[in-house]
């Protein structure tokens, strides 16, 4: 399913590749991610797995927040090498984490379309929130 790929957890990432990722995908149309704010959002992530055929970043998942919060992000793969199981290896290093670091809370944000994926992880669809900005 996923062979040749390689995972990284917490361990150097090349920015560049992670910018060009992330601009692949539609997710910085504009360009505003500069390699030292991803290296820094890098530093600043609780955690994060990073999925590689040979040299080159193809998948990437993170987890940010506090001691007891923490939220789900940046579930990336390259179009290429969609639906070969990398962003469930990825969401199942995450979720180990998670299960170890015992948090409080662990948020994700999903367009309705990929709730059943995350449910696999144990991401329940929550209720809608109580106080909404217009």
């Known amino acids: 399913m996923d062979a040749g790929i390689t995972y990284r957890e917490n361990g150097p990432v090349d ?10 995908i539609g997710w910085d149309r504009d360009g505003r991610r500069t390699p030292v704010e991803t ?3 890098l530093e600043m992530s609780h955690y994060y797995v990073a999925a ?6 193809v998948g990437f998942a993170r987890v940010c927040g506090d001691p007891y919060v923490v939220q789900l992000l940046d ?4 179009p290429q090498h969609r639906r070969r199981g990398i962003a469930t290896r990825c969401l199942q290093r995450v979720a180990a984490h998670v299960d170890g670091a015992r948090y409080v809370s662990v948020t994700c944000t999903a367009a309705p379309e ?3 994926f ?8 929550a209720a809608e929130a109580t106080l909404k900005r217009r």
Do not use: C, D, S, W
Request: avoid cysteine; aromatic fraction near 14%; charged fraction near 20%.
């Open 114 to 116: 990929l709730h059943e």
């Open 118 to 125: 995350y449910a696999r992880f144990g991401f329940l669809p």
């Open 39 to 41: 290296a820094r959002m």
């Open 15 to 24: 920015a560049e590749q992670l910018n060009a990722l992330y601009r692949l």
């Open 75 to 78: 579930v990336i793969t390259h």
């Open 52 to 57: 590689y055929a040979e040299a080159r970043l």
